[in-house]
Every structure is written in C-alpha cells, then in structure tokens.
C-alpha cells in the first residue's frame, strides 16, 4: 500500500462525528506524579495493569477511536499475554505513539522551551510501525508570561513542529501536531488569544514550508482560556474564543482539531467540548479531543492501586469517554454528570 493510502484510511478510520482521542502516553515521571497523587506506588506492573484496565474497558471502542501509547506500553501484554498495540485494535482503538523526548529550556529565549527527539525520529516511527502504530504524537510546549513566547519561540517550536511532521508522514504515519500553549499563570482570556493565534499562524507557516500535506494530520491545540490563576471563562466565552481565532489561522483542509485538557476538570472540558460543538456549524473541521487527565482522572481515582476496583474504574473511565460522545454531538448536560 502507498504511503498516501495508509495516511488516507487511518484518517478516515480516525475522524468521525462521534468518537475521541485517549492521551494515554505519560511518560514515566509524568505517570509517577499521576499515580502519587492517587496514592499509587510508579511501578512497571502498575502501569501495565492501568493501561490495559483502560485498553479493555467493554465497549469503549464506540467513544474512542485512538490511544497515544508510550514507549513502554507498546511492548507490554495484557493479562492473556496479548500485546497491548493488539488489545487495542482488537477493541476498534487504533494505536499510536508519542515520538518526542520531552522538553527543555530553549537556549537564547529565556522563559521558552523546546521539544527534543528529532535525531533517529525516522527508525524510531519504522520500529512502532512494526509494533502497530498507526498515528505519532509531538508536544511542544509555550507558556505564557509577559514576554512569552518570544519571537525565537514560536519560530523554533513550530520548526520542530513541521519537521517532526514531515518525517511522520515519509513513513505512513499520521501526525498529531500538539502545540500546548500553558494555562499557568493569571493573564486574560485576550491574552491566551493572543498568544494562541501568534502559535497556530507560526505552526501552519512551518507545515507549509516543510510540505506536510494538511489532509493527512491531527491538530492537538490548548482551548482558549484565562489563566488558571485568572478565573473561568464560561463554556461559551471559551467556544467563541478558540473558534474565531482558529478561523483566522488553521486552514480547512485540516480534517481534525482535537483538544488537549491541560489542567481544565473532567467536567469542564466535556461542558468546553459540547460548547465547542454547539457552534459547528462555524467550523470546516470536525471539533474532537486528545484527553488525558479530563478522561482518566476519575478511573484512576477509583482504581487507586486496587485491582480489585477494575468494574468501577472502568465504568468512571467509560462514563467519562460517553459524555465526551455527547459533547461532539453538541448534546452533553452537565445534569447527565
Ligand atoms: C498536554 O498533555 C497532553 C494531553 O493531556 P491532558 O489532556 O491531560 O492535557 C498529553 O498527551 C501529554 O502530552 C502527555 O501526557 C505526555 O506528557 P509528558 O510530559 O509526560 O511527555
């Protein structure tokens, strides 16, 4: 099969009207703080029997399309000896993979950072490809500050960005472009605009320049928002925001925008999410999300190290994969909680 066939049937496997992302790709010390804060000892075992617990979740195939795996979850088995990318696909999850290495300071740019992992990203992708992956994911990461992102920033984050996309779609394998722009901090809902606007026009300017075909990836963009230390916005103001300003910067041949949670509660971004969809008719893409915490905090909370809890973890992990269903839909309420 052709490079371009295998790009086309995962996107039309992926993209639908009512289905998701799992962001189940911590890596290992963003896990340990995950599971310290459920009073969870990071061992290897535990996070294999918490992943496969998610993967094996009946029925959670009709609201989640992919699960972003990381490297170590594609070698692990389940409890059958079965792999893990296997029991994904065998339960309609398509598998794919976190490819960039964590971040750092960016160096002449003081307050931005950078995403490392581009060097042997090539094998890398060829070797999770064997495993099943059929997707990747990058992050990188802007906060905002009164200086922040600088000019160098955005010019070096959406570099990465389109390169690590390009190299994606060389091998068969479909990108999800994830610039995370932080909701630390106290600024404005006008200043998270800003700043998200700057982020997406340099990231699509980089994706021109290095020839990603934009039919062929996922966007993985923050929602716009105040600060965390800024108050809410309502549900609405949120759709209304990220809405006007990704119409002025992502083109419509992007078949896919699918949201991060970025610290936002489990409710929050489903009631984000629905709002989002309410106004869809204002959207050339499909409007979906890319949740980690906003999906698997409460499965993790009821599991808390207790395989004997798998029944209700699974049910608070499905609740939370159903009521973001609804929230493509437009058709979530927050009395159906
Ligand atoms: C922003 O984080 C991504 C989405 O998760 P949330 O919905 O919780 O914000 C997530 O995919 C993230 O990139 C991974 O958890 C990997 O994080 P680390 O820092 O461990 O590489």
Redesign the pocket.
Not at 260 to 263: D, H, N, T
Not at 289 to 296: I, K, T, V
């Given at each position: 099969m052709s490079v371009h066939a295998e790009l086309q049937n995962t996107v039309e496997e992926m993209i639908d009207d009512e289905r998701g992302i799992l962001?189940a790709?911590?890596?290992t010390?963003?896990?340990t703080k995950r599971l310290k804060a459920v009073g969870v000892e990071s061992t290897e075992e535990n996070r294999r029997w918490y992943r496969s617990m998610l993967l094996s979740t009946p029925e959670v195939g009709k609201y989640i399309c992919g699960m972003?795996f990381?490297e170590e979850t594609m070698s692990q088995q389940d409890g059958n000896g079965k792999p893990l990318p296997e029991l994904a696909s065998a339960n309609g999850i398509i598998p794919g993979i976190?490819v960039?290495k964590?971040?750092g300071p960016l160096a002449g740019a003081p307050g931005d950072m950078i995403t490392f992992g581009l060097d042997g990203l090539e094998d890398r992708l060829l070797r999770h490809k064997k495993q099943g992956a059929r997707f990747a994911?990058w992050?990188e990461v802007y906060p905002i500050t009164d200086h922040n992102p600088t000019a160098l920033g955005l010019t070096a984050n959406a570099e990465m960005l389109a390169r690590y996309a390009a190299v994606c779609q060389a091998v068969g394998i479909l990108p999800i472009v994830?610039p995370?722009v932080l909701i630390d901090g106290n600024h404005s809902i006008e200043r998270a605009a800003e700043v998200n606007e700057q982020v997406w026009h340099s990231v699509f300017h980089a994706l021109h320049q290095h020839g990603v075909v934009l039919e062929h990836m996922i966007l993985?963009p923050s929602m716009i928002t105040p600060g965390k230390e800024a108050g809410k916005a309502s549900p609405e103001e949120v759709a209304e925001t990220t809405l006007r300003i990704l119409r002025r910067t992502v083109p419509a041949a992007v078949p896919s925008i699918n949201f991060?949670?970025?610290?936002q509660s489990p409710e929050e971004?489903t009631a984000n999410l629905n709002a989002l969809n309410r106004l869809r008719d204002k959207a050339p893409w499909h409007l979906s999300?890319?949740?980690?915490?906003?999906?698997?905090e409460p499965a993790m909370a009821a599991w808390g190290g207790d395989n004997s809890n798998r029944d209700q973890a699974q049910a608070a992990f499905l609740k939370r994969a159903k009521l973001n269903s609804m929230a493509r839909r437009g058709e979530y309420s927050a009395d159906q909680e």
């Open positions: 962001a790709d911590e890596s010390g963003t896990m972003i990381y976190k960039d964590g971040k994911k992050r994830e995370e993985k991060l949670s970025g610290g971004a999300m890319s949740y980690g915490r906003a999906l698997q």
